[in-house]
């Protein structure tokens, strides 16, 4: 108890007690501010680019987008995994044993790193061929991502340590350091682009460069508030059961991203063989739909922590009074943003591109309004898979992802020769849906689970 009280400067927030709402939004409301800033890092790559460079340079940047999600989508899944033995340690109050399963996640986190950028940097080429990326967008394409792939150990440094402070109620100090990072990338992209004539590879290095600064000022943030994160060096030893214990539920959750990707990649490909005109526009689509998900991936992230430390403070009925909470949160939200898309869904994309393009601006609109109608599914994915997260069942997301990968996977092969550019816009939902069918009685079966192993009676 008294290093809780010592790390009361840090923020930290204990979210076993109070109002689920309450502590909700004030949770999530800075986490969708870092995921907003953390979205001008990709959206700002698209705007200069698709404004000084070219259409085949802003459509090889957005041709990268599927498999960008699913090698960066492992490593972030990965980082959110590890930091859930830590919300359940801070929840029970067992603080030496929550420094121990972080000490065995930097000794995890270094290992992979190194192993999977070293992997994909040998995987990238065969990668994009395999989306059948256009052969006018290939270069592009190509020296764009393989610059983000070479800096995938930043994209651990950064996700890694804010889920960390994240998990221990702090949202907010990670948004900053966003903040300051979607600064320097913004303005390295224009310096680079601008001022020194380079190609993609300039917001490239400017994305790799302001995560590594995020990441490196969070480990600072860190070492200097977090009393409870002063380390007895028999604390830092490497510990196999520890390492089991958030493998388990790191790498389902890593996989989860990546087994969702393989359709969106298999769907990629199906773009890509459409040309050049609808790989632009649903890239600008698809930036503008991240950004108003922006909700969504806050809400999960939220959700993470809020069951994380609630099931380790064994108080279960506030987790399902948390879910109900949350996804009545997205669906009202939902509703906003369809009808942000319906009245301006043909203005937002003219910030990738020019208003004369008027057939990409078309598709684009119709892309943001047949996804933005089906946010209330993409609600229960977000809001529903983290919180079985966080309650420790990561496997789970596992055969939630195989159900998404499955309705993409059948637009992109089978749809798409049907109802050619819609089977495109409607993939995402199909999955969103298809996701959801499995999510919802998996979630009450875990909460009765875990009632019955605490011997508490559900409600």
Known sequence: MKE??????????????????????????PMLLGTLFQQFYSMADTVIVGRYLSINALAGVGSTAAINFLINGFV????????IPVAQRFGARDYTDMRKFIANTIWLSLIFSFVVTGLVAIFTKPLLVWTQTPEEIMPYAYQYIFIIFLGIPTTYLYNVTASLIRA???????????????????????VTIVGFGFSVNGPALATVFSQA??????????????????FAPRELNFDR??????LAMALPMGLQYSITAIGSVIVQSAVNMLGTVTVAAVTAGQ????????????????MATYAGQNVGAGKLRRVKEGVYVATRIGILYGLFAFLLCFLFGDKLPQLFISSEQTEILQQAKLFLLANAAFYGALTVVNVWRFTIQGMGYSVFAIL??????????????????FFGVYAIFFASPLAWLAADCFLIPAFHHCHRKLCLLLGLQEE
């Open 287 to 302: 930036k503008i739909s991240m950004f108003l998900c922006s909700v969504y991936d806050a809400l999960g992230a939220t």
């Open 241 to 246: 059961r520890k390492c089991e214990i958030l």
């Open 213 to 230: 600064v995020s990441g490196i000022l969070c480990i600072f943030y860190m070492r200097k508030k977090f009393p409870l994160l002063r």
């Open 400 to 417: 939630a992802g195989v159900a998404e990968m499955a309705a993409r996977t059948f637009m992109g092969f089978v749809g798409v020769r």
């Open 4 to 29: 809780m009280m010592r790390s009361k400067k840090a923020a930290i927030v204990d979210m076993t007690a109070g109002s689920p709402t309450a502590l909700i939004l004030g949770f999530a409301i």
């Open 76 to 83: 972030i899944g990965m980082s959110s995994g590890f930091a």
């Open 168 to 190: 221990l109620g702090d949202s907010k100090t990670p948004v900053y350091f966003l903040i300051l990072a979607s600064v320097i990338n913004i303005v390295l992209d224009f």
